[in-house]
């Protein structure tokens, strides 16, 4: 069973860089070539949102309004793959999530396998 | 502010069916296909439909999903208390470049 676990600060001061890493078990991040590895957020209270995506190959695709400030990695070696968001505003208060992204093909895209999610907040 | 909306909140006694609508448009689930998404109290999401109708294996078949034009519906039929949820549609939007989620949906058991 694929499992999926994000790690990283839960407390991040204003202007500064969110990190968070999300380890992948039970399964290789390159088993397959319709596999992204996605990043989503949630703030308190509020809906989901989609930050963005890799394939093991290093193809991202990220969120236009977030793409400015966010970066995703993966790490085949490790078999994880990360997100950083730079200047971070009170706004980016959110929980976290990771999870597997299944592209069989175009604009057929979902999500999953979830990571159980952490909050991070954004506070001096 | 999504691109796809659905209803605040939908209710129903246990045992009786409820649907939930997502609304979008030609850029999104107009020519993707939708996913539904549960997430029960402080959880992570679950993928419930992928496919706009296909169930992912272990999700009863109590869950349906369709899709039509532009809208997409989630049914849910003898409704249970631990089926008392957030629902969210998911799909990729051709004109935003970005998956997009629907507003979501609060569904109580009354």
């Known amino acids: 069973q694929l499992q999926l676990q994000e790690s990283g600060p839960g407390l991040v001061k204003p202007s500064e860089t969110l990190s968070l890493t999300c380890a992948v078990s039970g399964g290789s991040i390159m088993t397959s070539s319709i596999y992204y590895w996605g990043w989503i957020r949630q703030p308190p209270g509020k809906g989901l949102e989609w930050i963005g995506s890799?394939?093991?190959?290093?193809?991202?695709s990220y969120n236009p309004s977030l793409q400015s400030r966010v970066t995703i990695a993966v790490d085949t070696s490790n078999n994880q793959f990360s997100l950083r968001m730079t200047s971070v505003t009170a706004a980016d208060t959110a929980v976290y999530y990771c999870?597997?992204?299944?592209?069989?093909?175009?604009?057929?895209?979902?999500?999953?396998?979830w990571g159980q999610g952490t909050l991070v907040t954004v506070s001096s | 502010q999504s691109v796809l909306t659905q209803p605040p909140s939908v209710s129903a006694a246990p045992g009786q069916t409820v649907t939930i609508s997502c609304s979008g448009g030609?850029?999104?689930?107009?020519?993707?296909?939708v996913s539904w998404y549960q997430q029960l109290p402080q959880t992570a999401p679950k993928l419930l439909i992928y496919d706009n109708n296909k169930r992912p294996s272990g999700i009863p078949d109590r869950f349906s999903g369709s899709k039509s034009g532009t809208s997409a519906t989630l049914g849910i039929t003898g409704l249970q208390t631990g089926d008392e949820a957030d629902f969210y549609c998911?799909?990729?939007?051709?004109?935003?470049?970005?998956?997009?989620f629907g507003t979501g949906t609060k569904v109580t058991v009354l």
């Open positions: 999870a597997r992204m299944i592209t069989p093909s175009i604009y057929k895209d979902y999500f999953d396998y």
């Open positions: 998911g799909t990729w939007d051709s004109s935003l470049s970005a998956y997009v």
């Open positions: 890799i394939h093991h190959s290093g193809i991202t």
């Open positions: 030609s850029s999104n689930i107009g020519n993707s296909d």
